[in-house]
Nanobody, 119 residues
């Protein structure tokens, strides 16, 4: 069983920054992609960003392009989300997710970390 553990959430004022971290409990598994999703209050979970472990190609939701950056950590199966110029609408529970190579769906999910942006 693989667990993904997120950290780094918190309360920040609009315009501020936060850095989320995610680490997998097992280093022996090979992920194809790691990503971040979020669920705002009262809304569905939505895609935020993803990174291919092998190619480091990244993708972002339009709402966060130019403000958020996803990156791989030096340790295997570790990923970060640097969030700058945060807006109140970025308030959500942020989830780390990972999928093995060739999987169409994300196989593993973290428990989530709360990010609250005050206006």
């Amino acid at each position: 069983q693989v667990q993904l553990v997120e950290s780094g959430g918190g309360l920040v004022q609009a315009g501020g920054s936060l850095r989320l971290s995610c680490a997998a409990s097992r280093r022996t598994i090979t992920f194809g992609t790691m990503g971040w999703f979020r669920q705002p209050p009262g809304k569905e979970r939505e895609f935020v960003a993803a990174i291919s472990w092998r190619t480091t190609i990244t993708s972002y939701a339009d709402s966060v392009k130019g403000r958020f950056t996803i990156s791989k950590g030096n340790a295997k199966n570790t990923v970060y989300l640097q969030m700058n110029n945060l807006h109140p609408e970025d308030t959500a529970v942020y989830y780390c997710a990972a999928k093995v190579p060739d999987s169409p769906l994300y196989n593993y999910w973290g428990q989530g970390t709360q990010v609250t942006v005050s206006s």
